[in-house]
């Protein structure tokens, strides 16, 4: 009876999410909507022979499930959470695999699947309440999932960014010695360089490029990034422009604190290293010390005593 009951719920939990997209399949296009389908059918079609057959059962299918994820997604995003999960992708640099849609989407698919997952699986280990919990706990769980990933793949870029930052500063410290303005130091960097510092500084070019002012792409710069010290460098370069103070400078002060912090944050580390080594010397390699000094002193006490 009880496995009755149990399976019974996990059905009802699994129909329950089934509905949900196919409720959301169901709901009838946005005007926006309508419209980005007819630009991307233009942008297929452009060029080739039209098929009056239309797409396959299959290719409709897959469009129909994609649009009701789309739809899920943006139902249980609110405008709070998309501007939040546009900051992290700022942080995150951005990547062309994670769009914002994309991102979106993602959130549906987890919410679903590990939703139906988490019920059955707290019905296999609790029964009905197990199920009850399970369902909840992990559409919850899987709603978070991406945003926990762009939270961390953006602490990682973060990180990268503070580590490359001396670096990008010397080379312009180089330019501007040398005779280029800070634009054209700004565009040596972008294109002799590799690595996330080198392709902010580009972004903040090609946005300059397009109109907008070179305050206003830095300031864009300090709010995609969390690295405080670079964060000081743009208010630095800002108010040096605006004050008219020499940016080679500016460029020279910071660049030697980059690398005066740097090598200290390299010390700190390095002081670190025995405290790290203590506690796997004294579990992995004491105990083996002690069998090879201290064994054959222990057989020969027990084959003495049992004598």
Known sequence: MASLIVLTVAVLFAAASVSLAVLAVALPPTRGERLLRTLAAFGRTRGKLIDDRGPRWDERLRRSAVAGLDRLG???????????????????????????EVVIRRRALLLLGVGVGGALFGAILAGPAGALLGGPAG????LF??????????????????????????????G???G??????????????????????????????????????LHA?????????????VTAIVQAGE????????????????????????????????????????FCLFPAIFVVILGPGV?????????
Not at 150 to 173: F, N, T, W, Y
Not at 186 to 210: C, D, F, H, K, Y
């Open 243 to 282: 004050l008219g103070v020499p940016i080679a400078n500016v460029l020279r002060e910071h660049a030697r604190d980059q690398r005066v912090k740097r090598r200290q944050e390299a010390e700190e580390r390095a002081q670190k290293v025995p405290v790290k080594l203590l506690f796997p010397v004294l």
């Open 180 to 217: 280029l303005g800070l634009d054209a130091a700004m565009q040596q960097v972008a294109e002799n360089l590799t690595g996330p510092m080198p392709s902010e500084v580009n972004r903040v070019l090609q946005e300059m490029r397009i109109g907008i002012s070179r305050t206003d792409a």
């Open 176 to 178: 501007v010695e040398a």
């Open 145 to 174: 999932v991406p945003d926990l990933a762009l939270h961390e793949l953006g602490g990682k870029r973060q990180r990268e960014l503070a580590a490359s930052l001396p670096d990008v500063l010397d080379a312009m410290v180089i």
């Open 139 to 142: 559409a919850v769980l899987g």
């Open 299 to 307: 057989l020969r006490l027990l084959a003495a005593l049992s004598r």
């Open 221 to 233: 710069l300090s709010e995609r990034t969390t690295v405080r010290p670079l964060q000081n460098f």
């Open 74 to 100: 943006r139902a249980v995003t609110p405008s709070g959470a998309r501007a939040r999960l546009s900051r992290l992708l700022d942080y995150a640099g951005n990547p062309d695999d994670r769009p914002l």
